[in-house]
């Protein structure tokens, strides 16, 4: 759980002006996800594809006529928040 206080202060210090606030609820929502699926299967690279394809799967949603268009910024908020997500359930 060493992770979990280093994320707490990045995303206590991220300024949402810089990083977006959009992109950071990216990020916590995939991080999210990702932590409860490897909280529940202890499988890293399950909870991270199932984080990434549903962001990937949001992104196509928004791709759609009408949708705000695909981010590939989004899609990197989302990877760094699954990642993270595992990260923070791995104990050290």
Known sequence: MKTLPALLLLL?????????SDKL???????????VTYA??????FAIGVG????LA????????GGTG?????LIADTLG?????GINIKF
């Open 25 to 35: 609820k990216h990020f916590v929502g995939i991080a999210a996800i990702s932590t």
């Open 52 to 55: 990434l394809g549903v962001g």
């Open 70 to 74: 695909f981010d590939g910024k989004d």
């Open 12 to 20: 206590i210090s991220t300024n949402s002006y810089a990083v977006g």
């Open 40 to 45: 529940v299967t202890e499988d890293a690279g």
């Open 82 to 86: 699954a990642v993270a997500g595992v």
């Open 58 to 65: 949001k992104e196509i949603y928004d791709s759609r006529n």
